[in-house]
């Protein structure tokens, strides 16, 4: 899978918007981009993914650029809840039976 | 939605003893799941691919015959880390996707090992 960029660490106020950047220029026609999370002390667990269009779910917002080299998911009101290490994943869909690969994620700290 | 579920949550063991630590996928069946360890500050690192009725695929550097990985239902998958050493400390994930479905890959809850 083609590799992610990804700050190591942002902070953000309670309550409002997030802007988490990933950059993945070597990124194939077929993958898919994947946003997980892992709250401390727990194992990750699924944000939200999408191809080329813009997406959204209950979770978050994930923004993808045209040319697909990068992509940013949203949270649009932070909360306490949402302090989290936050990990951008390239995943080829035709090889959905693989195991995922994680970098560094971007550490998010939440303000009150 | 899909579940799955890691046990124990935490467990303290003397060194030389082995611990087993089981996961589940609770409502689908999964032929592969994989197994992390990640390290205090550290991110996920991919130890073994467990695979339903044949040995299981280990990453490059991770000893076969320390961790021993059963796959013997589509349901569960076992770690067990044999002889255990205080540097076997660590946090270990498990993690499954619906083989029926294209879809994300669920995370059990982690187990936090302590060798002493």
């Known amino acids: 899978d083609a590799k992610t960029t990804q700050p190591n660490s942002m902070e953000s106020n309670e309550e409002e918007p997030v802007h988490l950047p990933c950059n993945h220029s070597?990124?194939?026609?077929?993958?898919?981009i994947h946003w997980y999370r892992q709250l401390p002390s727990q194992g990750p667990e699924y944000v939200i993914h999408?191809?080329?269009s813009n997406v959204n779910n209950r979770m978050a917002s994930l923004a993808i650029a045209e040319d697909r080299k990068s992509s940013t998911l949203i949270l649009h009101r932070a909360t306490l809840r949402d302090a989290a290490v936050y990990y951008c994943?390239?995943?080829?869909?035709?090889?959905?039976?693989?195991?995922?690969?994680f970098g560094g994620g971007t550490r998010l700290m939440v303000k009150p | 939605g899909a579940v799955v579920s890691q046990h124990p949550s935490r467990v303290i063991c003397k060194s030389g003893t082995s611990v087993k630590i089981e996961c589940r996928s609770l409502?689908?069946?999964?032929?592969?799941m994989f197994w992390y360890r990640q390290f205090p500050k550290q991110s996920l690192m991919l130890m073994a691919t467990?695979?339903?009725?044949?040995?299981?695929?280990?990453e490059q550097g991770v000893e076969k015959d320390k961790f021993l990985i059963n796959h013997a239902s589509l349901t569960l998958s076992t770690l067990t880390v044999t002889s255990a050493h205080p540097e076997d400390s660590s946090f270990y994930i498990c993690?499954?996707?619906?083989?029926?479905?294209?879809?994300?890959?669920?995370f059990g809850q982690g187990t936090r090992l302590t060798v002493v």
């Open positions: 993690s499954a996707r619906d083989a029926r479905k294209n879809t994300e890959a669920f």
């Open positions: 070597t990124i194939s026609g077929t993958d898919y």
């Open positions: 999408g191809l080329t």
């Open positions: 994943i390239l995943r080829d869909r035709n090889n959905a039976g693989n195991m995922l690969t």
């Open positions: 409502d689908f069946q999964a032929t592969t």
């Open positions: 467990s695979n339903e009725g044949s040995k299981a695929t280990y």
